[in-house]
């Protein structure tokens, strides 16, 4: 089983510093990110791509396929030796399409990158908040688990997605998971969440709790097809939440931000060695 961690400045000291050698992929995020530091992370690890390059990059999306290198995508796959295509199974932005519209949208968005790349492809949770009621039916388990099954797709569960849209919806987090396709679980993303001011959770990239590491180790025990486990921490807009850390930043590095992935990470690997993983 691999490990890996989304990129942050601060990975330009801990590697270096041989304080997370055994990581074995740094996480790139490619929808509208910045690829600035894809050189830096292919001299270090291999690299797990997150996303089809560009914008407009959820796989419900009408112009999922326009504006697109496909050459510039393969080469970058290659070089960074990334097991599969991942992507949101989510829409950027509301439009007139109805579910059975979106359900073959994402069917042909599918499709194409299969034939393009002959690479599998992994699907991921989205969190939910009522002012986007126009994706509610995109964070029902039951759509989660047909997108996935009808398209003979991966599972990408992100944790902080599933709490927040499970709580949004009035179903209790672990219910929810079980009603998500875990029998076909290929990698999970771990990150904390925060409570904002109007008492919802902000699935915002920050320190991971304690019931997040107890999830890790009941996907460990029950989900023989997962394959990488995914530390995605970096705390981003807090604007809405009640507790402070420091934003992560793409051009300084924060000497706590640093400190708490050598904690996480930390946490992680040994849960992965108590199961002989690593």
Request: charged share 30%.
């Amino acid at each position: 089983m691999k490990l890996c961690v989304n990129y942050l400045m601060e990975l330009r000291e801990l590697i270096p510093e041989g304080k997370i050698d055994y990581i074995d992929y740094i996480k790139l995020y490619s929808i509208d990110g910045d690829l600035s530091p894809f050189d830096w992370c292919c001299s270090q690890r291999e690299v797990m791509f997150h996303g089809y390059i560009g914008h407009g990059s959820n796989i419900a999306d009408a112009d999922f396929l326009e504006r697109r290198d496909n050459d510039e995508q393969r080469e970058y796959y290659k070089r960074a030796n990334t097991p599969y295509v991942s992507t949101h199974i989510n829409r950027s932005f509301e439009d007139p399409a109805t579910e059975e519209e979106i359900t073959e949208r994402i069917k042909k968005n599918i499709q194409v990158l299969k034939d393009e790349f002959g690479m599998r492809v992994i699907l991921e949770n989205v969190p939910y908040h009522p002012n986007k009621a126009y994706n509610r039916f995109m964070v029902m388990p039951e759509y989660i688990k047909k997108s996935v099954n009808d398209n003979d797709c991966g599972f990408l569960f992100d944790i902080g997605h599933a709490r927040a849209a499970a709580e949004r919806l009035g179903i209790p987090f672990n219910e929810y998971v079980s009603r998500l396709p875990m029998d076909k679980l290929v990698e999970v993303h771990l990150a904390g969440s925060m409570r904002t001011k109007d008492g919802g959770i902000a699935p915002n990239h920050s320190k991971m709790h304690e019931e997040d590491y107890e999830f890790l180790e009941w996907a460990i025990q029950n989900c023989p097809t997962l394959e990488t486990i995914t530390l995605e921490y970096g705390p981003i807009d807090q604007t809405e939440t009640i507790d402070e850390t420091p934003y992560a930043s793409a051009d300084k590095i924060q000497p706590k931000i640093k400190e708490e992935i050598v904690e996480q990470l930390e946490r992680i690997h040994a849960i992965m060695k108590k199961y002989n993983l690593k």
